[in-house]
């Protein structure tokens, strides 16, 4: 009788050990199954097409269409913005600034590929491959949270023939919110947009998201809040 309870009680001890090292052994693995099963949030238009929030943890939707409208140097964008930016442009260069979109509409492919560039030019820099990822991570959005995807938005450069970058950022700061354009990633909201300070990136949101973005010294993401 005895004998049997000692069995039965080592038996007992071997199954909880096995069971611990069963949960201990889950939890490691979770992680990766995490990033495997990722939930993604869709981003929503609810508020318009002109707000669709898109970042990190909101998904541009894999139906998502938009009707493209060509720059004159081959770089395309939503055609719907097309003349609010053509008059942001006409705006600038009246006050004798050369600038030019250097980067506007792109497909998931490119932005794999760019994303993949920066990755790659960072192994070739030394950094491990996880490294490497990370850190490229931080300067190129994972393909679906672009919003050069979007065709909303547009990097602008300066054409250095005529302006210093500085000169096109800092009238692009001033006045892009008079033509429906906000500076999409800024300097103090980086613990919000995760996105490291792009004052070349723009994005359309409308004339009044605009104004109230740009007067109350808000990102997308926080205006966005105001409207929910
Ligand atoms: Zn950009």
Redesign the pocket.
């Known amino acids: 009788m005895r004998v049997r309870r000692k069995k039965r009680t080592k038996r007992l001890i071997v199954l909880l050990s096995l069971l611990l090292l069963g949960i201990v052994g889950f939890r490691n693995i979770l992680p990766n199954l995490g990033d495997v099963f990722q939930y993604h949030h869709v981003a929503s238009g609810e508020y318009g097409w002109n707000l669709i929030l898109v970042n990190r943890d909101n998904y541009i939707p894999d139906d998502y269409t938009v009707e493209l409208t060509e720059l004159s140097n081959g770089q395309k964008v939503d055609s719907r913005i097309y003349p609010s930016l053509q008059e942001m442009f006409d705006a600038a260069r009246a006050e004798g600034l050369g600038l030019f979109v250097a980067?506007g509409y792109r497909t998931a492919e490119t932005q794999q590929q760019i994303l993949e560039g920066k990755i790659e030019a960072y192994k070739n820099e030394g950094y491990s491959s996880e490294e490497a990822e990370k850190k490229a991570k931080e300067w190129v959005a994972v393909p679906g949270t672009s919003?050069?995807q979007l065709g909303l938005?547009v990097?602008i450069n300066a054409d250095k023939s005529q302006s210093t970058s500085e000169e096109v950022y800092e009238w692009l700061s001033k006045n892009a919110y008079k033509y429906g354009f906000i500076q999409r990633y800024p300097e103090n909201k980086t613990d919000i947009t995760h996105t490291i300070y792009?004052p070349?990136?723009y994005r359309y949101v409308g004339n009044d998201a605009a104004f109230e973005i740009f007067s109350q010294n808000i990102c997308l993401e926080e205006y966005i809040e105001t409207l929910e």
Do not use: S
């Open positions: 980067d919003e050069h938005a990097d792009e070349w990136h």
